[in-house]
C-alpha cells in the first residue's frame, strides 16, 4: 500500500438474509460505503453459519455498481395520467399523494382506497402500514403479498390449534424419527434447512423422508418414499392416510379426548376415503399410501414440512387443516421432533401476521370480528375504533380497483404486476386507478411503470429493525449501509404521509398529539411489544437491547421470561375459549380448474434454485442466471415425442386467461399430462408482442385468480392449459459482454423490444463479467431498422465488427472482436450455430484459429473445443462438464464417489445446493470398476 494513502475500516453488521422464510443470519462486511462480502453468521440459530447460493451473493446485489442502475433513487412524480413521471422532492411529492389521499376519503369513504405490502417489510415498517389504514383512514383495505403463500397455513392453524402459531422448530428436525415433505421442493425453496435434513439423515440411519409432490424433484429424489400424487390431491391423501391409522389403531384415544373435539365429525367423513379410492384419486399405489400412513402413526415422532404446494390452492386450508388433523388423531405435535410444520415462504410473513398486517387480521392475533379485540387495538392506538369490515384481499383487491370500487392503491416493496395471477386481471386494474403509489426500492420492477409516484425506499443491507422466520425467531437486524440517493425507511415514508394526512383529515388524538409520534423504528417495535401482551404471542418481556445482548429469540417472549419457547402445546392446552384443538371435517375437493379435451395439461409453477421471487435483486447478479439461464416449460419426454417436440422447440403453453410462448424442455421429473414454468419468470425476463402488441406478461399471464373460500389464497399452483408448437421460423439472439455500470441496464432497456416479437425473452449471463442476452423469434424477418436499434445496444454497428448479410432469407450475422475475442454476437435468421459461439465467447478463447467459421452458418463447434455445460455448483463455478470428466474416474458406491467429488472439485462443499443434483449425476454414471 502506498505511503500515506488511508485505509477504510472493513467491520461486520449483523442482519439476515432478505430471500425465504428460514431467516439465516448473515454477517455483512462494509467499509461503510459498500458492503465487501457477507457470510453466514456461525451463531444465528437458523443457520449456524450457513448460506445458500443465493444469501452466499447477497454482496453482488449491493455492490455499487448494481445500485446505481437499478435502485430508485430519488421521488418521481406525475400529477397528469398521461404524462411520464419526473424527480421531484419529497415535500412535494408526500403533499401531492396526501391531498389525493384525503380528497378522495372524504368524498368516496375510506375503502376507496387500499395498500398492498410485502412479507420483505420489516415488522416495524408493517405495523405502521396497519396502523395508518386501520387507524387512521379506518380501512381494512390493507393486504399483502403474504396472501398469495401463506394465508391458507394462517386459516388452518387457526382453525385447528387456535391461533396463527407453528408449533415446531428447526431443532425439531434434529429429533424427528419420520419427516413428511409435502408441497414443498425444500432443497430448492428452503435450502439450508434442507442441509439440517441431510445433516439428520447422516446423524440418525433410522429417520425415514416421504415426499409427496406431484413432480420428481430434487427433494423427492432423496426420499426413502416418493408419493407422485397428482395436483390438488393432498386432502384426498390425509383423509387416506388417517382412514388407515383409525383402521389399524395408530390413533392415540386418550389424546383425542382429553386435548380435542370435533372427532366423531371427521371419522365419519374419513370412513369414506378407503385405501383404493384415495390411491385412485391421488394417481399413487395403493401400497404405498399404506406404508406412508403407517410409518407416520407408528413413528414416536413425525414431522411435517410443508409449503405452497398446500397453501397456493383454492382448497388450501383444507389441505392444511387435514394435515393438522392427521397430526393431532396420532398425537404427532407438541414433543420433540414431531409437529406440522409451515415452511414461510418470504423473510418476514410471519412478522406482519403477528402485527396483524392482512385485510381479515388484527394485531397480536386478534379477531377482526370480536369486538372486544378491536376496542383493545384502537385504545392502544388512540383513536375511536378500528373498522369491523374485512377489508379486500389482494385478489379481491385489484377486482376492486378494476371496477372503480377502489380508487387509490399504494404498493409497496412487492411487484403484482408480476406475481398476482390473472395478469390481464392486473394489468387492467392499475391502468383504471386514479392514483398509483409505489413504494420500493427497485425502480424497474414491471409495476413501477404504472406508478404515478415513485417513493425510493431503502433494502437489505441499509434497514433497522426486526423480522421472524417460520420457527417463530426475532432477530433485530443493523444497517451496514446508509440509504442510498434519496431513498428513505420505509416506516418513515409511512410515518411523514400519515403525519400530514391526518391533519388534512383532521385527525389525531384527543390531546393533540400525532398517531404516529415514532422518531426511531425502535419506538414502532415498543408498541407493538405492548399489543402482544397477554396474547399467544407475548413478547412483552423482549427488548431491542435483549435481541441485541442474547441474539435472536422465539416467541412468546413474556415478561420475566429469559428465553423463548422453542416448541408449542407440550401441555395439551390449545389457544382456543375451551383450551382444546378442534379437528375439521375436511372433504376432498378437486382443482378449481380441471384439465379437458380443449386444456389437457396440469400446468403447475414453483421455484427455480438460484432465483426468488420476481427477482428484483437475484436478477441484478449475472451468475445466478447459470444453473437455470432462460425460461421453459418443462414436460414429459412422452408429451414431447407425441408433439414431435425437440428440446428448445417453442411452444404455445395457453390457459383459459392467457398465452406464452416458451422453449419445451423435457424432464425426468416430470409425470405424463404435466408442465411445470419456473414462477419468477415475469414479463422483465420474458414476453412477447400478445394479441394486442401490450406484451404477454410472463408466466402469470396463465395461472388462475381462484381463490380459497376461507384464506382467499389464489390457486397459483395449478392450470388447465394446452401446448401447442409454435412455429416461428424467424430467429435472433444477440449477447455479449457489458460493462458492468451498464449490463443490468441494458437488460432493462431492452426489455420494450421483446413486445416487438412473437416470443422474446433476456436476461443476464456471466460470472467475473457481465453479459446480457436477448433472444427472439417471429413469424417474419424483424425489419433492418429494429435490428439495427438492438445491435447497437451491444455496440455491434461500430466499425471494425465483422459482418455477413443474405437479405433474400433473412439470415444476418455480426461478431464484435477486441483483443483476438469474441465480444458480442448477434445471430439473426439462421441461428443453427447459437449454442458454441456463446460457451466460445464466455470461454474467452482466441478466435484467430476460426478464420471465416466465425461467419459460417455453422452448427458444429470447432474442432476441441467443448462447451462447458451448465453450471451446477454456483459458489465454486463447476459445470456439468468439469463433473463428468471426473465421474468417469471415480470408483465405489454413490456416497463413497460423492465425497471423492466433492474433494477433487470442491462442487457441493460450500453451501451444498447443488447436493442433490450431484447425486443425480452420480446415479446417471457408470462407476470406473463397472467400465473396466
Not at 401463506?150 to 428447526?170: E, F, H, N
Not at 409435502?182 to 446423524?203: C, F, M, Q, W
Not at 431513498?487 to 411523514?496: G, M, P, S
Request: with cysteine.
Amino acid at each position: 500500500m502506498s505511503a500515506g494513502k488511508e485505509t477504510k475500516d472493513v467491520h461486520e453488521v449483523k442482519a439476515t438474509c432478505c430471500y425465504c422464510g428460514v431467516g439465516c443470519g448473515v454477517l455483512i462486511a462494509t467499509d461503510g460505503e459498500q458492503v465487501t462480502g457477507v457470510r453466514g453468521d456461525p451463531d444465528h440459530p437458523a443457520n449456524l453459519g450457513r448460506l445458500c447460493t443465493k444469501g452466499s451473493t447477497l454482496h453482488l446485489s449491493a455492490a455499487p455498481l448494481v445500485r446505481q442502475q437499478s435502485r430508485a433513487l430519488a421521488p418521481e412524480l406525475r400529477a397528469d395520467r398521461t404524462g411520464k413521471r419526473t424527480p421531484a422532492s419529497w415535500e412535494t411529492s408526500l403533499d401531492f399523494i396526501a391531498r389525493k389521499f384525503a380528497d378522495t376519503i372524504r368524498t368516496h369513504g375510506p375503502d376507496s382506497v387500499a395498500f398492498y405490502i410485502s412479507g420483505q417489510l420489516l415488522t416495524e415498517d408493517y405495523y405502521v402500514f396497519n396502523k395508518l389504514a386501520k387507524g387512521l383512514i379506518g380501512t381494512n383495505n390493507v393486504d399483502t403479498n403474504s396472501r398469495l403463500c401463506m394465508s391458507s397455513a394462517v386459516a388452518g392453524y387457526k382453525q385447528t390449534l387456535g391461533a396463527d402459531a407453528p408449533p415446531a422448530c428447526y431443532e425439531d428436525v434434529d429429533h424427528a424419527q419420520l419427516i413428511f415433505i409435502v408441497g414443498s421442493n425444500t432443497a430448492y425453496a428452503h435450502p439450508v434447512l434442507y442441509r439440517r435434513i441431510e445433516d439428520a439423515r447422516k446423524n440418525n440411519p433410522h429417520l425415514k423422508v416421504i415426499v409427496a409432490d406431484p413432480r420428481r424433484t430434487d427433494t423427492a429424489r432423496d426420499a426413502d418414499l416418493f408419493l407422485p400424487i397428482l395436483p390438488g390431491t393432498d386432502v384426498a391423501l390425509f383423509n387416506g392416510m388417517l382412514h388407515i391409522c383409525l383402521w389399524e389403531d395408530l390413533i392415540d384415544p386418550d389424546f383425542i379426548a382429553n386435548h380435542t373435539d370435533g372427532f366423531a365429525e371427521l371419522k365419519r367423513t374419513v370412513r369414506e376415503y378407503t385405501p383404493k379410492s384415495v390411491a385412485d384419486t391421488c394417481g399413487i399405489a395403493e401400497a404405498d399410501l399404506v406404508t406412508a400412513a403407517r410409518w407416520f402413526g407408528q413413528s414416536p415422532a413425525a414431522l411435517t414440512l410443508y409449503c405452497q404446494g398446500l397453501n397456493q390452492s383454492a382448497s388450501g386450508t383444507a389441505k392444511n387443516a387435514s394435515l393438522i388433523n392427521l397430526h393431532l388423531a396420532t398425537h404427532q405435535i407438541g414433543k420433540p421432533g414431531a409437529g406440522p410444520f409451515s415452511l414461510t415462504g418470504q423473510p418476514n410473513a410471519m412478522g406482519g401476521r403477528e402485527v396483524g398486517g392482512m385485510a381479515n387480521l388484527m394485531s397480536a392475533h386478534r379477531d377482526l370480528a370480536n369486538p372486544a379485540h378491536r376496542a383493545e387495538v384502537a385504545a392502544l392506538w388512540g383513536v375511536d375504533d378500528v373498522p369491523a369490515k374485512p377489508g379486500k384481499t389482494a385478489v379481491e383487491m385489484f377486482e376492486a380497483v378494476r371496477s372503480g370500487e377502489i380508487k387509490l392503491l399504494w404498493i409497496a416493496c412487492t411487484n403484482p404486476a408480476q406475481s398476482l395471477p390473472n395478469q390481464k386481471l392486473v394489468r387492467a386494474a392499475l391502468d383504471k386507478a386514479e392514483l398509483v403509489v409505489v413504494q420500493e426500492a427497485f425502480r424497474n420492477t414491471a409495476t413501477t411503470a404504472y406508478a404515478d409516484v415513485l417513493l425510493p425506499a431503502t433494502a437489505w443491507s441499509e434497514k433497522e429493525g426486526t423480522v421472524t422466520n417460520s420457527e417463530r425467531c426475532i432477530t433485530r437486524i443493523d444497517a451496514a449501509l446508509p440509504p442510498p440517493g434519496e431513498a428513505r425507511h420505509d416506516w418513515q415514508i409511512v410515518v411523514d404521509f400519515a403525519q400530514r394526512l391526518e391533519v388534512l383529515l383532521g385527525k389525531g388524538r384527543a390531546d393533540g398529539a400525532t398517531l404516529f409520534p415514532y422518531a426511531t423504528a425502535e419506538d414502532i417495535w415498543n408498541e407493538h411489544r405492548e399489543s402482544t401482551r397477554g396474547r399467544d404471542l407475548d413478547i412483552s418481556g423482549l427488548t431491542y437491547a435483549i435481541l441485541a445482548q442474547d441474539g435472536p429469540q422465539q416467541w412468546p417472549y413474556p415478561a420475566g421470561a429469559t428465553t423463548g419457547k422453542k416448541r408449542l402445546y407440550e401441555d395439551g392446552i390449545f389457544p382456543t375459549a375451551s383450551g382444546r384443538a378442534h379437528f375439521v371435517d375436511t372433504v376432498y375437493r378437486p382443482v378449481a380448474e380441471p384439465v379437458d379435451a380443449h386444456y389437457p395439461f396440469r400446468l403447475t409453477t414453483g421455484r427455480l434454485r438460484d432465483q426468488w421471487h420476481g427477482m428484483s435483486r437475484t436478477g441484478t447478479v449475472a451468475q445466478l442466471f447459470s444453473h437455470a439461464a432462460s425460461p421453459a416449460v418443462v414436460m414429459a419426454k412422452g408429451d414431447m415425442d407425441r408433439r414431435l417436440l425437440a428440446s428448445g422447440d417453442l411452444v404455445h403453453v395457453t390457459s383459459r386467461r392467457g398465452s406464452q410462448i416458451l422453449p419445451a424442455v423435457a424432464g425426468d421429473d416430470m409425470r405424463a399430462g404435466q408442465a411445470f414454468i419456473g414462477m419468477h419468470w415475469g414479463e422483465e425476463y420474458l414476453s412477447g408482442r400478445g394479441p394486442h402488441g401490450e406484451g404477454t406478461y410472463g408466466v402469470n399471464a396463465l395461472t388462475s385468480a381462484a381463490l380459497d373460500p376461507i384464506s382467499k389464497q389464489p390457486e397459483l399452483k395449478h392450470a388447465a392449459v394446452k401446448l401447442l408448437k409454435a412455429d416461428l421460423p424467424w430467429r435472433l439472439v444477440v449477447f455479449g459482454w457489458i460493462d458492468a455500470g451498464h449490463a443490468v441496464e441494458l437488460q432493462a432497456a431492452l426489455r420494450p423490444y421483446m413486445r416487438r416479437f412473437g416470443y422474446a425473452t433476456c436476461t443476464l449471463f456471466g460470472r467475473d463479467r457481465a453479459g446480457v442476452v436477448f433472444s427472439a423469434a417471429d413469424d417474419y424477418p424483424a425489419p433492418p431498422e429494429l435490428l439495427r436499434e438492438i445491435e447497437a445496444h451491444f455496440g455491434l454497428n461500430d466499425a471494425g465488427v465483422l459482418r455477413y448479410d443474405d437479405t433474400r432469407r433473412g439470415n444476418s450475422r455480426r461478431m464484435r472482436l477486441v483483443d483476438g475475442k469474441l465480444d458480442a454476437v448477434c445471430l439473426a435468421g439462421d441461428i443453427s450455430a447459437g449454442g458454441w459461439p456463446k460457451d466460445f465467447l464466455e470461454s474467452a478463447q482466441s478466435v484467430a484459429p476460426l478464420g471465416r467459421r466465425l461467419l459460417m452458418p455453422s452448427s458444429m463447434p470447432p474442432a476441441g473445443f467443448q462447451s462447458r455445460g451448465r453450471i451446477i455448483c454456483n459458489c465454486l463455478d463447476v459445470s456439468e462438464g468439469d463433473i463428468g470428466k471426473v465421474l468417469g474416474s471415480l470408483d465405489g458406491d454413490p456416497d463413497t464417489r460423492l465425497a471423492s467429488l466433492q474433494s477433487r472439485l470442491k462442487c457441493g462443499t460450500s453451501c451444498g445446493s447443488c447436493v442433490p443434483e450431484l447425486k443425480i449425476l452420480i446415479a446417471h454414471s457408470t462407476p470406473r470398476e463397472t467400465v473396466s
